[in-house]
Structure formats: structure tokens, C-alpha cells
């Protein structure tokens, strides 16, 4: 393992020197390292780049971590990555992203995760996205997560890129069973003339499904982003979404939120907002001794915790 995706490692899952519990380490295009425990199995997919994950039912308190790192150019990453939650476990899975790119060729990783979440089970979803590195090249992230969660399950995504990517495509789909809750908590921020396109769909197909979607994101320099949402529901479910974004300079964010409501029991809400920083909250910084730069990195940065 190279240096510099020991530096990524740091960024995206808390890097220590090693990981506890069970781990796979992906290092440009191939795994470097890989545990499993007595609960959780990791295993390499027989027909496609990437792994099986199997938590065992009843496990309880255990983390998964799955970390993909990207250090030069010319590599273009496809892992396919298929988790299979066991009825009643509850564990976390830290996963996330590092590309790092000093040359003039595109270096790019997509990341296809699907989720099979048992009954009753529970998953806490970390995932980091960042980019580095001084080259022309491109730096791309395009991570796909499909998740299916059976009756009782619920799935907490926290998913963040914060920086340096110059260009991703974010897709996310989910299908809720009866009593199954899903929730997410999206940040991002795109700068110079980055692009992000996030695209969500949810399917609430069982009674008293339930989803929470929380998107916040940044537009700075001229960068330009494209958000999609779509809730069904399709029985006495609810469904929630809010996307709040905050335009920089001359960013650019486009936001197509969509409620499908194929049932008069399913309740579905919306709420959007697109703005700048206001004057008030940038002048009463400046009050206190900070620049208008640093203001502004203030308030952006308890924006997008």
C-alpha cells in the first residue's frame, strides 16, 4: 500500500494504521487486504469485480469497513460490492471513495452497491467521497446504491463528498417493505467547474414505510449541479424530502423534486430552497474579525454538517 492511499484511507474511513472488525481495502483496481470475523463474511464475487458481504442474523455492534482508493491516473475502477444483512443484525459498514490524480489522464471509480437488509435488520451506511492530487486529469466518482429492505428493516445513509471531485454521477434506489424506514443525509459541495448529478427514487411499497431524505449542497466558482428526487408511494406510507442548496459565485444548481402518490393513504412532502449566503449572516461574522472569505467558509462549513 502506497502513501498516498494511505493519506485517502485517512480521509474517507478514519484511517489508523488497520481496521477493526471485518475489512476489505481496495487499492487501484484490485484488494489489497481483506478480513473477514466470526460473524461477518467477506468473500470475492465469482463473476464480477468486487465482493460478497454476508453479516450473520442477530449480529449486533460490528462494523464493516470497505474503502476504494484511486492514487494515479489512467485507472478506470468498477467494483460491484453486494451486501446480504441477516434478519435481526444491526451493524455499521464504513465505505467511501478516494481518487488522487497527478497526471493528465482521467482516473475514475464507480462503486455498485446493492443492499439486501433481512427483517428487522439495522445498517448505519458511511460514505466519504473525496478527490486530490495537482494533475489535468479528471478525477470522477459514480457510485450506484440499490437497496431492498425487507419488513422492519431500517437503513441510515450518511453520505458525503466534500470537495476535489471533478465530476460525479450519484444514483441511489430503494424499495421498502411493510414498516421499513429508510433515511439519508446527503452533503455535498462542487467548486471551480465541477459537476454533480445525484438522482434519488424511493419505493414505498409496504404499509407504514417510511422514508427521510435530506440533501444539503454547495455550488461554488462556476460548477453546476443537477439534483433529482422521485417518493412512490404506493400504500399508507409517508415520505419526506428536503433539498437545500446555497449558490457561491456563480454556481449553479438545477432541482427536479418528484412525488408520485399512487395511494389516497401514502402522505408525501416536499421542500426545497436555492439561495445565497444572506448579507446579515456574512456582515455579523465579519463583526467578529473574520474576512469575507472566511465568513463565507464559516458558514458553509456548519451548512453542510
Known amino acids: ?13 478514519d484511517w489508523t494504521g488497520a481496521f477493526s472488525g471485518a475489512f476489505s481495502i481496495r487499492e487501484n483496481g484490485s484488494c489489497s487486504q481483506m478480513r473477514s470475523t466470526e460473524h461477518i463474511k467477506i468473500e470475492p464475487k465469482r463473476d464480477a469485480p468486487g465482493l460478497e458481504i454476508h453479516v450473520l442474523p442477530g449480529t449486533k455492534g460490528e462494523t464493516v469497513s470497505i474503502p476504494a482508493c484511486v492514487s494515479q491516473g489512467g485507472i478506470d475502477d468498477l467494483v460491484y460490492n453486494d451486501f446480504f444483512i441477516g434478519e435481526g443484525a444491526d451493524v455499521t459498514i464504513v465505505a467511501g471513495c478516494g481518487v488522487h490524480n497527478d497526471s493528465n489522464e482521467p482516473a475514475r471509480h464507480s462503486g455498485i452497491h446493492h443492499f439486501y437488509l433481512g427483517k428487522n435488520a439495522h445498517v448505519l451506511y458511511k460514505e466519504k467521497h473525496v478527490g486530490s492530487g495537482d494533475g489535468s486529469g479528471k ?3 459514480d457510485p450506484v446504491t440499490e437497496a431492498t429492505l425487507a419488513e422492519g428493516a431500517v437503513l441510515e445513509m450518511d453520505t458525503s463528498q466534500i470537495g476535489g471531485v471533478d465530476d460525479t454521477n450519484r444514483t441511489t434506489r430503494a424499495t421498502l417493505a411493510a414498516n421499513a424506514k429508510l ?6 459541495l462542487t467548486d471551480g467547474v465541477q459537476q454533480a448529478k445525484t438522482d434519488f427514487k424511493v419505493f414505498l411499497n409496504g404499509e407504514d414505510a417510511g422514508v427521510d431524505l435530506i440533501s444539503r449542497s454547495v455550488a461554488k466558482g462556476k460548477s453546476q ?20 442548496s446555497i449558490i ?9 423534486p418528484q412525488l408520485v402518490a399512487n395511494s389516497g393513504d401514502a402522505a408525501l412532502i416536499h421542500e426545497a430552497a436555492i439561495g445565497k449566503i444572506a448579507g446579515e449572516q456574512l456582515l455579523k461574522l465579519q463583526t467578529l474579525g473574520l474576512t469575507l472569505e472566511q465568513a463565507e467558509a464559516k458558514i458553509v462549513e456548519g451548512f453542510l454538517k
Open 225 to 244: 449541479q443537477f439534483y433529482r428526487s422521485c417518493i412512490e408511494g404506493n400504500t399508507r406510507c409517508t415520505g419526506h424530502s428536503a433539498c437545500d
Open 1 to 13: 500500500m502506497n502513501h498516498i492511499t494511505e493519506n485517502l484511507l485517512s480521509v474517507i474511513s
Open 248 to 256: 457561491v459565485d456563480a454556481g449553479k444548481v438545477i432541482a427536479s
Open 183 to 188: 433515511y439519508i443525509h446527503e452533503r455535498l
Open 139 to 141: 478525477r470522477s466518482i
